[in-house]
C-alpha cells in the first residue's frame, strides 16, 4: 500500500530520493562540552611499583603518583582505584588481592596497605650503619654529599617518641647535620663548623652546616 498522493512505488522511491536531497542528515558530532570535563585520558600510564622496593624508591612512586593523578584529573575513588591498581606490577597486585584488595575502601587505606606488602623489610641498623660510614669523595660538592645521606637515611630509624603528644618525631635533619660536618674531607671545614657552633652556644641547624 502506497502513502496517499502516490500511486505506484516507483513515485514513492523518488519522493524519498527528493526527501533526501532537500533535508540532508548530519552525523551527530562526537564528543561535547561536557565530554571534555573530568576525568582526561592519561597519554602515558602511571609510575610503577612492585615488591621489593626500598623506601626511596616508595617515596619516589608517591611522588610520581601525586603528579600522575593531578595530571589525569582523578578525584573519584573508583577512579583513583582502578588507575592505582594498575600502577602495580603483576605479584604485587596479586599480594594485594590476596590480603583485601577489595575491601580497601580510600585512597589513604590502599597505599598504607600496599607499602606494607612492597616495601622490603630491611634492618635499620645496617641503614645506620651505612649512613654513618658516608663520607665526602675529593672533590664532591657538599650538595651532592647531602644527597647520598638522604637516601640512606630515608631507610633508617631517626624517630623518637614525643613525650608531650606521644607521636613519632623525626631527627633526621640533625643527623644530616652532624654527619656532613663529620663526613667532609677538609679538616679546616670542619673546625669552622664546630667553632659556629660554639660561637652560638648551641647544635647548628642543617641549612647553618652547608651554607
Not at 37 to 47: D, F, H, L, N
Request: hydrophobic content about 35%; proline content about 3%; some cysteine.
Amino acid at each position: 500500500m502506497t502513502p496517499e498522493g502516490l500511486s505506484t512505488i516507483d513515485q514513492v522511491l523518488k519522493y524519498l530520493e527528493l526527501h533526501i536531497r532537500t533535508h540532508p542528515t548530519t552525523a551527530p558530532q562526537q564528543g561535547t562540552a561536557a565530554s571534555n570535563e573530568g576525568i582526561r585520558a592519561p597519554k602515558t600510564e602511571g609510575p610503577k611499583v612492585g615488591l621489593d622496593t626500598t623506601e626511596r624508591e616508595w617515596n619516589q612512586f608517591i611522588h610520581n603518583w601525586e603528579v600522575f593523578k593531578e595530571y589525569a584529573r582523578l578525584e573519584e575513588w573508583v577512579d583513583i582505584k582502578y588507575h592505582l591498581q594498575a600502577c602495580l606490577e603483576t605479584p604485587l597486585k596479586n599480594n594485594c588481592i590476596d590480603n583485601g584488595l577489595k575491601s580497601w575502601t580510600s585512597k589513604e587505606d590502599m597505599l598504607k596497605n600496599v607499602k606494607k606488602l612492597a616495601v622490603k623489610g630491611q634492618n635499620s641498623l645496617v641503614a645506620e650503619v651505612k649512613f654513618f660510614n658516608i663520607g665526602q669523595n675529593r672533590g664532591e660538592a657538599v650538595n651532592n654529599l647531602l644527597a647520598r645521606l638522604r637516601g640512606v637515611a630515608s631507610s633508617c630509624n631517626f624517630e623518637v617518641k614525643c613525650s608531650n603528644c606521644n607521636n613519632m618525631t623525626s631527627y633526621t635533619e640533625q643527623m644530616l647535620a652532624r654527619q656532613i660536618v663529620r663526613g667532609v674531607v677538609d679538616p679546616d671545614i670542619q673546625e669552622k663548623v664546630m667553632a659556629r657552633a660554639g660561637d652560638k652556644g648551641r647544635t647548628l641547624t642543617l641549612n647553618e652546616v652547608i651554607t
